[in-house]
């Protein structure tokens, strides 16, 4: 049984492209696998943050695993900054790491570009990103192409532990879901749909109210020609709506050119508004029910002991290997 780690910031509400291109996949793995899902709140502060937001970010991302169908019987759900090894290792990750690669990487490039000041944190937590994965002789890593980039710095960063030290560390693969991996902008959809994008207008949120989603899906930005068909290159509004019908229903892309075919872009707009509301409906229901409860609380307490048994034994063989701490004799 293979294992898979994946980790998401509680740095806002998730949009539906964070669960159509991962949570959705993420239930399907778990049946099969051994999963740790991790919330990487310690990743979240490498801007600043509000510290109630924080936190109330942090339990509803908890809420949201569950309430879309992660079992804490088949996976391990936990918060990052309540297992230690992981910023341990992160440091260890980091006297491996050169400054050049680490600039090199296009968040980086991206949340630093045109500020007075950037926080240090943000040019080095790939390592930390690299110390999750790591912890868990993990297989198997699910994530979006934005991410591709810092996973390639993961493989090469533990290779170069090994190579340099002894052979601690599994090389993790990457997987990209094929299907509805990449969600776009309603507003701009050249861009990637963002949970941080100023425009309000520009995402869907797991838990918007049904008006909402109605009132985004049809302002969504589309074309003059009034024809469904997919053609990302010049009708990527349309494509867009018909990446995410698909991946809400199940459907073809092909079938839903031809069930639209004769249909003008307003009744294709409601109905693609329908299938979210409705497959959305049962995971904030789920979520609300959650997230004052004390069965929250019991499920991330159990996962933080479950991964901390896990992530300590193979910090304690890197150290070993690096030569950190004292050799205890054995009575």
């Known amino acids: 049984m293979k294992t898979i780690f994946s980790g998401i910031q509680p740095s806002g509400s998730l949009t539906l492209g964070n669960y159509l291109g991962a ?21 979240a502060i490498t801007v600043p943050q509000d510290r109630l937001k924080l936190r109330n970010n942090i339990r509803s ?5 569950l309430a879309v169908g992660i079992d804490p019987n088949q996976s391990t759900l936990f918060i990052q900054s309540e297992v230690p090894a992981h910023t341990q290792l ?19 490039k991206d949340k630093s570009s045109g500020k007075e000041t950037v926080s240090s944190a943000l040019l080095t937590y790939p390592p930390l990103m690299t110390a999750d994965i790591l912890l868990y002789n993990t297989d198997v890593v699910p994530v979006g192409e934005d991410q591709k980039q810092h996973l390639e710095l993961t493989k090469t960063l533990a290779q170069r532990f090994n190579n340099k030290y002894n052979d601690i560390f599994t090389i993790p693969e990457i997987s990209v879901p094929k299907v509805g991996a990449r969600i776009m902008s309603l507003q701009e959809p050249t ?59 199940g ?22 508004a329908d299938v979210l509301i409705d497959l959305l409906a049962p995971i904030q229901k789920r979520h609300n029910e959650l997230i004052q409860s004390p069965e929250l ?14 992530a300590n034994k193979t910090l304690a063989k890197a150290k070993k290997a690096m030569g950190l701490g004292r050799v205890k004799k054995k009575k």
């Open 191 to 249: 861009r990637k749909m963002s949970k941080s994008d100023e425009n309000q207008k520009a995402s869907i949120f797991i838990l918007d109210e049904p008006k909402q989603i109605e009132k985004k899906i049809k302002s969504a930005v589309t074309d003059s020609e009034g024809i469904v068909r997919f053609d990302k290159e010049n009708k990527p509004g349309i494509s867009n709506l018909l990446t995410i019908h698909a991946s809400c229903t």
């Open 90 to 108: 992160g440091w260890i990750m980091q006297t491996i790491s050169y400054i050049g690669e680490l600039e090199r990487m296009t968040q980086f």
């Open 23 to 43: 949570l959705k996949h993420f239930v399907d793995l778990q049946a099969d696998h051994n999963c740790y899902f991790c919330i990487v709140d310690e990743h």
């Open 297 to 310: 609380d019991d499920i991330l307490d159990h996962g933080a002991d479950k991964a901390a048994v896990k």
């Open 61 to 65: 991302l908890a809420a949201l695993y």
């Open 251 to 272: 459907e073809s892309i092909e079938s839903l050119e031809n069930k639209y075919e004769h249909v003008g872009y307003g009744v294709f707009k409601q109905e693609t």
